[in-house]
């Protein structure tokens, strides 16, 4: 079992109100390296993989850098395929 990244830390998402038009479920996960600001306020780079979108934001699964499992929605422009 993975240890999920507890809400203290988890990663901050969009506004909800980004999130208006519906998500797009991808079959095959795609590999990303993403910016996202952690639970502490900081700007950090993870890697990850994005398993669905909107052509606003992108959902994406990552490992903490202690290696707990975390689920964010950022801003696309935040995305990079790796």
Known sequence: MVDRVPMRDM???????????????????????????DGHGRDVQIDGEAIAWTPRAAHVHYFDANGREGFVWVWASAVTRT
């Open 11 to 37: 990663a901050r998402p969009v506004p909800s109100a980004a999130l208006t038009t519906p998500a797009h479920t991808l079959d095959t996960a795609v590999r990303v390296r993403a910016w996202i600001i």
